[in-house]
């Protein structure tokens, strides 16, 4: 297919995404620690957080250490695009962590691959996958919503466009907004929707609470601490009947759409028969 990318590179420079420790530091791989001593250049989130998991490792980084975050992501981008035309190896690591999933990474990815270099990763901790995997919520289908916005009017719409998603849904929230997330939740999404609050996933004091979110958001009112990872079940399958759908059939229908794709996508969101849907708006009573 023309202009699709195919995952190759022509350039010599090599950009590393590294995923830290979440948490234990034991989790480090060795990987992880051969990728940071043999570096070029060691792009970080946090130095002096880099130094420390460098110490704790037992290792020294041969290269330049330069600081990369959410500031100065823009600006720097240019700069360690150009170490990559020079030939460097770059590995990007941020606090903790996949970098570019919710941390800086998405625009160096996208710039280096843009300039023809090859992207690789050293796979390791996730918060995103860890909650999911001690929630005991469904885990065969879920999407990553990342940080819901800070004011309530603007979460609730947020949480409004996703109150039908039946994915599992993850979402990273502050300690300090936790309980007014749940509330939100809780007002937009039902609340006995069952839900997982993970804290301090792999550290010392890990907590996982579970239950439905009008019982989480009272517990959350008396106040958390540390890194929050929040997972959603889905909503359960609306129980409708074709009947209840073909005023939208018809109106888009009446639109120019085709009738055999327009059930399809109705069958997708309800759950519904695509031949029923059909079968019933071909059967309606005409007039």
Same mark, same amino acid.
């Given at each position: 297919?023309?202009?699709?990318?195919?995952?190759?590179?022509?350039?010599?420079?090599?950009? =590393?995404? +590294?995923?830290?420790?979440?948490?234990? !530091?034991?989790?480090? %791989?060795?990987? $992880?620690? &051969?990728?940071?001593? @043999? #570096?070029?250049?060691?792009?970080?989130?946090?130095?002096?957080?880099?130094?420390?998991?460098?110490?704790?490792?037992?290792?020294?980084?041969?290269?330049?250490?330069?600081?990369?975050?959410?500031?100065?992501?823009?600006?720097?981008?240019?700069?360690?695009?150009?170490?990559?035309?020079?030939?460097?190896?770059?590995?990007?690591?941020?606090?903790?962590?996949?970098?570019?999933?919710?941390?800086?990474?998405?625009?160096?990815?996208?710039?280096? =691959?843009? +300039?023809?270099?090859?992207?690789?990763? !050293?796979?390791?901790? %996730?918060?995103? $996958?860890? &909650?999911?995997?001690? @929630? #005991?919520?469904?885990?065969?289908?879920?999407?990553?919503?990342?940080?819901?916005?800070?004011?309530?009017?603007?979460?609730?719409?947020?949480?409004?466009?996703?109150?039908?998603?039946?994915?599992?849904?993850?979402?990273?929230?502050?300690?300090?907004?936790?309980?007014?997330?749940?509330?939100?939740?809780?007002?937009?999404?039902g609340p006995d929707r069952p839900a997982a609050v993970c804290r301090e996933l792999t550290k010392t004091y890990e907590e996982v609470v579970r239950g439905g979110l009008a019982e989480l958001a009272e517990w959350a009112v008396e106040g958390s601490?540390?890194?929050?990872?929040?997972?959603?079940?889905?909503?359960?399958?609306?129980?409708?009947?074709?009947?209840?759908?073909?005023?939208?059939?018809?109106?888009?229908?009446?639109?120019?759409?085709?009738?055999?794709?327009?059930?399809?996508?109705?069958?997708?969101?309800?759950?519904?028969?695509?031949?029923?849907?059909?079968?019933?708006?071909?059967?309606?009573?005409?007039?």
């Amino acid at each position: 297919m023309a202009g699709a990318s195919r995952g190759s590179a022509t350039g010599t420079g090599v950009v =590393v995404l +590294a995923a830290t420790p979440i948490g234990q !530091v034991g989790d480090a %791989s060795p990987r $992880l620690a &051969a990728e940071l001593e @043999s #570096a070029d250049v060691v792009a970080a989130e946090d130095t002096r957080r880099l130094t420390r998991l460098l110490r704790e490792l037992g290792i020294r980084a041969a290269g330049e250490i330069v600081s990369y975050h959410e500031h100065n992501e823009h600006s720097r981008t240019a700069d360690l695009v150009a170490r990559l035309d020079a030939g460097a190896r770059i590995v990007l690591v941020t606090d903790a962590g996949m970098p570019s999933v919710s941390d800086p990474g998405y625009r160096l990815v996208r710039a280096a =691959v843009d +300039a023809g270099h090859h992207v690789t990763a !050293v796979p390791g901790p %996730s918060a995103v $996958l860890t &909650a999911l995997a001690v @929630s #005991a919520l469904p885990v065969d289908r879920f999407c990553f919503e990342g940080f819901l916005p800070r004011r309530s009017a603007e979460r609730r719409r947020v949480l409004t466009d996703l109150a039908d998603e039946r994915r599992t849904m993850v979402f990273f929230e502050a300690p300090h907004r936790l309980a007014e997330s749940l509330t939100d939740l809780a007002a937009v999404f039902g609340p006995d929707r069952p839900a997982a609050v993970c804290r301090e996933l792999t550290k010392t004091y890990e907590e996982v609470v579970r239950g439905g979110l009008a019982e989480l958001a009272e517990w959350a009112v008396e106040g958390s601490r540390g890194e929050i990872t929040l997972v959603v079940q889905g909503a359960q399958p609306r129980h409708t009947q074709p009947a209840d759908h073909l005023h939208e059939i018809g109106v888009r229908v009446a639109a120019g759409e085709r009738l055999k794709t327009v059930c399809a996508e109705v069958a997708q969101a309800t759950g519904l028969s695509k031949k029923a849907l059909y079968d019933a708006y071909l059967a309606r009573p005409q007039g």
